[in-house]
């Protein structure tokens, strides 16, 4: 049973645990729906603040990683316990400082607080250790086998950048964070701008569970900064050993150039742009045409189109089932009404990104007039195959609710088309039994492309499991070889240490005679629990 906690933001970040105010520039929450500015002010950080953070992180790595696997697990079902107590007053914040609907905030706390139960049964499942095991052979000729064993260590210290599309999820405690701690690496999350006081509240509720679980308490810190700023300096502090960034293609690759630009290179897991092709096969719009057109508008304008999976593309051969799509979504669209954005600059952002699709192709429908400044009015573009192959505009992300509609003359040219594209979080192909054959010739290109396929549905809405790939080739993520969603984005902040004639008293547990972890393990590449 949750114990419910009353909370309110102060203006403070956090280090350490303790509440730290700010010396730089003021901000304040903001809510887009009625242009209120909230309270309390907060101030960025400085160098010192990174400092400081990043130190009490270090000092907190080597007793946070010795700690087992059932340990950090309870800390982080203590985390998620922590953030339920203050549900109520977190969705309140949450909703005045986004403009998103309540359910919607709701349901994301309910995955924040999932996320973090996934990595705790990930921690006791076990196999995230890698232990591999292999036995001496000292009558091997001519020479003799050593005995080899492999296991997983973390990283170090993780630099953790809030997103501005959700402020729970992707934010202070979400996949990133939840990830990184559960790999035992302690934290130091920059906050997003857009929702300051959610960030607060619940970076205060970590700092809560870490001073509850009896973890250190440079585990967790929250800082308040710009980008360019205080983000930059967190990148490249050397105590900081991998970084977990959501957000625009600029900020992303300024913090990978940063990364790499140090004496000691370090990762950087950025989720950055994505248009999430749609392909409409010709047998799905004869027998659906209508149907996918009205479902594709509900995708396209789901929390004003500020999702990183927003269907922004949709590829379809010209013909009767294309234009039954394009009446249904043209009508779905004109009753869509205009919602607010999450910042003033997302919705300018928005604006000018419609106006250069409406210059460079066609506009075939939108949605109700923006009733303010940063609402977000809904619209459908088209071109054709090779107007779009020559227009890198047309290929760009414009976040919010915009596509493109790229007709095409036939299969071939869409296949053409899907080659040409940029790296995709997501591909979605929709197509009757009779378009399979059509559809195992376009699945060999789209896993070049993405890094999720799915068949008639939509890509907005990300699963949280075991099976979930959140991420995708270059410009959608900057390392297509992880996923920041699921099971294995633990993956992200772990590597390999091999253990070669090492004394077995001397031997981390996971790799040790008989398994006293009781974990799986592969012995001369056998899986076994032995």
């Given amino acids: 049973m949750t114990t419910r906690l009353t909370a309110r933001p102060t203006g403070q970040m956090l280090i350490a645990g303790n509440p730290v105010a700010g010396t730089g520039t003021e901000i304040r929450g903001f809510n887009p729906a009625t242009g209120q500015t909230l309270e309390p002010a907060y101030r960025y950080g400085d160098e010192a603040h990174v400092d400081g953070a990043c130190a009490a992180a270090a000092e907190a790595f080597g007793p946070y990683r010795a700690t087992t696997s059932e340990q950090r697990a309870r800390f982080l079902e203590t985390v998620a316990a922590s953030i339920e107590a203050i549900k109520t007053e977190l969705v309140e914040r949450a909703v005045a400082e986004s403009g998103l609907p309540e359910p919607r905030i709701a349901g994301e706390v309910g995955r924040t607080t999932g996320q973090l139960r996934l990595f705790a049964a990930v921690l006791r499942e076990g196999s995230w250790n890698g232990a591999r095991i292999d036995p001496a052979q000292p009558d091997r000729s001519p020479l003799r086998r050593p005995d080899i064993r492999q296991r997983e260590v973390p990283l170090g210290p993780v630099a953790v950048f809030g997103a501005s599309n959700f402020p729970l999820a992707f934010s202070v405690a979400g996949g990133d964070t939840a990830s990184a701690l559960a790999a035992g690496c302690p934290v130091v999350v920059k906050a997003h701008d857009a929702h300051p006081g959610t960030s607060e509240l619940v970076g205060a509720a970590i700092a809560r569970a870490v001073a509850q679980s009896g973890m250190p308490a440079g585990t967790f810190s929250l800082l308040f900064g710009s980008g360019p700023g205080l983000g930059v300096a967190l990148v490249a502090d050397p105590r900081i050993k991998a970084v977990g960034f959501t957000g625009s293609r600029f900020a992303g690759m300024a913090l990978v150039a940063t990364a790499a630009a140090r004496p000691e290179p370090i990762p950087v897991y950025a989720e950055m742009s994505a248009v999430n092709p749609v392909f409409l096969l010709d047998g799905a719009l004869a027998a659906r045409g209508a149907e996918i057109g009205t479902a594709f508008v509900g995708s396209l304008t789901m929390g004003s189109g500020q999702f990183c999976t927003n269907p922004g593309l949709v590829l379809a051969v010209d013909g009767p089932g294309l234009e039954d799509f394009l009446t249904a979504a043209g009508t779905a669209l004109a009753t869509a009404a205009a919602t607010p954005m999450l910042t003033p600059g997302i919705a300018a952002s928005y604006a000018k990104g419609v106006d250069t699709l409406r210059a460079v192709s066609t506009e075939e429908a ?165």
């Fill in 366 to 530: 939108r949605g109700q007039a923006a009733a303010g400044e940063t609402y977000c009015q809904a619209a459908l573009f088209s071109t054709d195959a090779a107007t779009f192959l020559a227009t890198d505009a047309l290929q760009a992300e414009v976040f919010g609710a915009s596509s493109v509609l790229v007709r095409c003359a036939d299969i071939e040219e869409m296949v053409a088309v899907a080659a040409g594209l940029d790296g995709q979080l997501t591909a979605t192909v929709h197509a009757e039994e009779s378009d399979y054959q059509v559809a195992a010739e376009l699945l060999p290109v789209l896993e070049l492309k993405a890094g999720r396929i799915l068949f008639n549905g939509w890509p907005t809405g990300v699963e949280v499991g075991h099976a979930m790939v959140h991420g995708g080739p270059y410009p959608a993520t900057s390392d297509s070889r992880t996923t920041s969603v699921g099971a294995r984005a633990i993956e992200r902040f772990l590597r390999p240490v091999c253990y070669q004639d090492v004394p077995d008293a001397l031997l981390p547990s996971v790799i040790a005679d008989g398994n006293p972890d009781g974990v799986w393990r592969r012995i001369d590449g056998q899986l076994t629990r032995d």
